[in-house]
T-cell receptor
């Protein structure tokens, strides 16, 4: 079974802080994704990566950046956290034509 | 622009009362339609992929079907443990590995 692990289940940060969300997958998948999930808005793609050091913007990249230095790890960075970035963040990975597999999410609160 | 609309937003059923969830989509060249189940506080769990109109997939009490405009998730004789949010997502021909998600249907099955 594919295992996608997100480093924190819950995180509380302050406005203006730089925040790092980490995601690790154990199946050597090429593709990794970061989404945020908000009530009434569904899952929205922030960034994805199709290989080490490669990244593409999703639908809502503003205020975020990503890093993929190793194949198994994909990091989401909030450069200067704001209250409107309070959300559930979900990481996913996939290989080829197979479906995306998700981690259990990080619930991030920005105070 | 690719769009996915799920209905109803919420559905309450009695145990054993069969019903269907709807996923309507507009996409440029469908490559795949995906159904996921999401429990509270967890990430989405993959259920089915459908690729072409007329295709059907089954798993226990769930059956997914696909037409050129919509997909249905039929739930036969549901049990309380089927209570969850069900998400539908599409992969368009020109979208690479990106998925567009619907808003989900929250299913509650009462004993």
């Amino acid at each position: 079974d594919v295992k996608v692990t997100q480093s924190s289940r819950y995180l509380v940060k302050r406005t203006g802080e730089k925040v790092f969300l980490e995601c690790v997958q154990d199946m050597d998948h090429e593709n990794m994704f970061w989404y945020r999930q908000d009530p009434g808005l569904g899952l929205r793609l922030i960034y994805f990566s199709y290989d080490v050091k490669m990244k593409e913007k999703g639908d809502i990249p503003e205020g975020y950046s990503v890093s993929r230095e190793k194949k198994e790890r994909f990091s989401l960075i909030l450069e200067s956290a704001s209250t409107n970035q309070t959300s559930m963040y979900l990481c996913a990975s996939k290989q080829g034509g197979k479906p995306q597999h998700f981690g259990d999410g990080t619930r991030l609160s920005i105070l | 622009e690719d769009q996915v609309t799920q209905s109803p937003e919420a559905l309450r059923l009695q145990e054993g009362e069969s019903s269907s969830l709807n996923c309507s989509y507009t996409v440029s060249g469908l490559r795949g339609l995906f159904w996921y189940r999401q429990d509270p506080g967890k990430g989405p769990e993959f259920l089915f992929t459908l690729y072409s109109a007329g295709e059907e997939k089954e798993k226990e009490r769930l059956k997914a079907t696909l037409t050129k405009k919509e997909s249905f998730l039929h739930i036969t004789a549901p049990k309380p443990e089927d209570s969850a949010t069900y998400l539908c997502a599409v992969q368009a021909g020109n979208a690479g590995n990106m998925l567009t998600f619907g808003g989900g249907t929250r299913l509650m099955v009462k004993p």
